[in-house]
Nanobody, 116 residues
Framework: QVQLVESGGGLVQPGGSARLSCRTSGFPFSLYYMSWYRQAPGKERELVAGITSGDRDQILLDSVKGRFSISRSNAERTVFLQMNSLKPEDTAVYLC?????????WGQGTQVTVSS
């Protein structure tokens, strides 16, 4: 079955960096668009970034442009989110997503807290 497992979150100081990973199984990873979402307490889930099967990255959330980047390793079946210059407003649960076989699949999420 499809599995998405995020890791790499934690407590980060403002201005710091973190690299999130989403390890996957159960579908032909190299053929599918992968994305990262985030959800802060009391807010709706929002799309942060996506990357095509052809490795074309898209930062879709204006507030993170220039600070975040998305990449993938087809050999490792993993998608990454590099987050730099973190701000307190980046605090959220970060989740990876794939739309496969007419279903949306989500990982359990990884908490990123930006605080001094």
């Amino acid at each position: 079955q499809v599995q998405l497992v995020e890791s790499g979150g934690g407590l980060v100081q403002p201005g710091g960096s973190a690299r999130l990973s989403c390890r996957t199984s159960g579908f032909p990873f190299s053929l599918y668009y992968m994305s990262w979402y985030r959800q802060a307490p009391g807010k709706e889930r929002e799309l942060v970034a996506g990357i095509t099967s052809g490795d074309r990255d898209q930062i879709l959330l204006d507030s993170v442009k220039g600070r975040f980047s998305i990449s993938r390793s087809n050999a490792e079946r993993t998608v990454f989110l590099q987050m730099n210059s973190l701000k307190p407003e980046d605090t959220a649960v970060y989740l990876c997503n794939v739309y496969y076989n007419a279903n949306n699949y989500w990982g359990q999420g990884t908490q990123v807290t930006v605080s001094s």
